[in-house]
C-alpha cells in the first residue's frame, strides 16, 4: 500500500519510492493539521447533515404532510424549487454559489441584503464556514424532504384516528405513533448523509479551496492537499485510510447500536 511507502510526485520520493514503515501514521499522529480537519469535518457534519438536513427535512416534511402545498396554485413552482437541488450537479451548484456569494457589491447575496443598508458581506471569508453549511443543506435538504414526506405518507390513517380517538395531541401524536414507526427510515438516511458529508470534497473545494486559510479545510480537502498540493502521495494515502477505517468504525458500531431499532 502506498501508505507505507514514501512515495511522491516529486524529489526522491517520485524517482525511487521506498517502503517507510508506519512512519507516515506516527506523522499524522503528531500533525496538527490533520486534527484540525478531522474537527472541522465534525462540526461540518452534525451542523449540516445532522441538524441542517435530517432534523430540518424531518420538520418540514411533517408540515407539508399536514398541509400539502401541492394542492395550491403555485404548485408546479414549488415542485420545482423542490428539486432543482438534486438536479443540479455538485461542481455546477458549487461555482454557482461561489458567484453568489461574491463579497462585491456585484454579488447576487450582497445585492438581496443591500435595500436593509447592511454593506457587502465577505461570504466566504469572515463566514466562509456558515456559507459552505448553509450550501450543503441547500443541496441535501430537498432530499431529505422526500424522503420523510413519502415516509409520514406511508403511515397507516387508521393508526393516528386510532390515536387521536385516544386523546393523543399532535405533538403526542408526532412524539409516540409516527415518529417511532418512521425510526427506521430515518436511522437509514441518518447513515448515508453522515457518510456522505464526511466525504465530501467537490462542493467545499470549489467554494473555497479549504480557505481561508484552513478555516474550511474539511478531511477531504486535507488529504487532497496533502496528495496533490504538497505532492505526498504516501502521506495523503495514510490520511485517506484513517478516514475509511473511522467511517467503518463508526457505521459498525451505529449499526450494532442501532440492531434493535432497524
Same mark, same amino acid.
Given at each position: 500500500?502506498?501508505?507505507?511507502?514514501?512515495?511522491?510526485?516529486?524529489?526522491?520520493?517520485?524517482?525511487?519510492?521506498?517502503?517507510?514503515?508506519?512512519?507516515?501514521?506516527?506523522?499524522?499522529?503528531?500533525?496538527?493539521?490533520?486534527?484540525?480537519?478531522?474537527?472541522?469535518?465534525?462540526?461540518?457534519?452534525?451542523?449540516?447533515?445532522?441538524?441542517?438536513?435530517?432534523?430540518?427535512?424531518?420538520?418540514?416534511?411533517?408540515?407539508?404532510?399536514?398541509?400539502? @402545498?401541492?394542492? *395550491? %396554485?403555485?404548485?408546479?413552482?414549488?415542485?420545482? #424549487? /423542490?428539486?432543482?437541488?438534486?438536479? =443540479?450537479?455538485?461542481?455546477?451548484?458549487?461555482?454557482?454559489?461561489?458567484?453568489?456569494?461574491?463579497?462585491?457589491?456585484?454579488?447576487?447575496?450582497?445585492?438581496?441584503?443591500?435595500?436593509?443598508?447592511?454593506?457587502?458581506?465577505?461570504?466566504?471569508?469572515?463566514?466562509?464556514?456558515?456559507?459552505?453549511?448553509?450550501?450543503?443543506?441547500?443541496?441535501?435538504?430537498?432530499?431529505?424532504?422526500?424522503?420523510?414526506?413519502?415516509?409520514?405518507?406511508?403511515?397507516?390513517?387508521?393508526?393516528?384516528?386510532?390515536?387521536?380517538?385516544?386523546?393523543?395531541?399532535?405533538?403526542?401524536?408526532?412524539?409516540?405513533?409516527? @415518529?417511532?414507526? *418512521? %425510526?427506521?427510515?430515518?436511522?437509514?438516511?441518518? #447513515? /448515508?448523509?453522515?457518510?456522505?458529508? =464526511?466525504?465530501?470534497?467537490?462542493?467545499?473545494?470549489?467554494?473555497?479551496?479549504?480557505?481561508?486559510?484552513?478555516?474550511?479545510?474539511?478531511?477531504?480537502?486535507?488529504?487532497?492537499?496533502?496528495?496533490?498540493?504538497?505532492?505526498?502521495?504516501?502521506?495523503?494515502?495514510?490520511?485517506?485510510?484513517?478516514?475509511?477505517?473511522?467511517?467503518?468504525?463508526?457505521?459498525?458500531?451505529?449499526?450494532?447500536?442501532?440492531?434493535?431499532?432497524?
Amino acid at each position: 500500500m502506498q501508505s507505507f511507502t514514501n512515495r511522491a510526485l516529486s524529489g526522491p520520493g517520485a524517482q525511487n519510492p521506498s517502503f517507510v514503515g508506519l512512519a507516515n501514521y506516527q506523522r499524522l499522529l503528531s500533525d496538527a493539521g490533520f486534527f484540525g480537519s478531522i474537527g472541522r469535518t465534525a462540526v461540518f457534519t452534525v451542523t449540516s447533515a445532522v441538524i441542517g438536513q435530517t432534523l430540518l427535512g424531518l420538520g418540514i416534511a411533517y408540515l407539508m404532510a399536514e398541509r400539502p @402545498l401541492w394542492k *395550491l %396554485r403555485f404548485a408546479p413552482v414549488f415542485a420545482a #424549487l /423542490l428539486i432543482l437541488p438534486l438536479a =443540479v450537479p455538485e461542481t455546477v451548484a458549487a461555482l454557482a454559489w461561489a458567484s453568489m456569494a461574491n463579497g462585491t457589491e456585484a454579488g447576487l447575496l450582497n445585492r438581496m441584503i443591500a435595500p436593509a443598508g447592511v454593506g457587502p458581506v465577505s461570504w466566504l471569508q469572515d463566514h466562509a464556514m456558515t456559507t459552505v453549511i448553509v450550501v450543503n443543506v441547500w443541496r441535501g435538504l430537498s432530499f431529505a424532504m422526500v424522503l420523510f414526506l413519502a415516509a409520514f405518507e406511508s403511515v397507516p390513517s387508521s393508526v393516528l384516528e386510532a390515536s387521536v380517538v385516544d386523546g393523543a395531541t399532535p405533538w403526542q401524536q408526532l412524539r409516540r405513533v409516527t @415518529l417511532p414507526m *418512521l %425510526r427506521r427510515q430515518i436511522l437509514i438516511f441518518l #447513515l /448515508l448523509t453522515v457518510v456522505t458529508t =464526511v466525504g465530501i470534497f467537490g462542493l467545499v473545494y470549489f467554494l473555497t479551496r479549504g480557505g481561508p486559510g484552513s478555516a474550511t479545510e474539511l478531511i477531504g480537502i486535507y488529504i487532497y492537499a496533502q496528495a496533490f498540493q504538497f505532492f505526498e502521495i504516501g502521506y495523503g494515502s495514510a490520511a485517506a485510510v484513517i478516514l475509511l477505517i473511522l467511517l467503518i468504525a463508526g457505521g459498525v458500531y451505529y449499526v450494532r447500536l442501532m440492531r434493535e431499532e432497524l
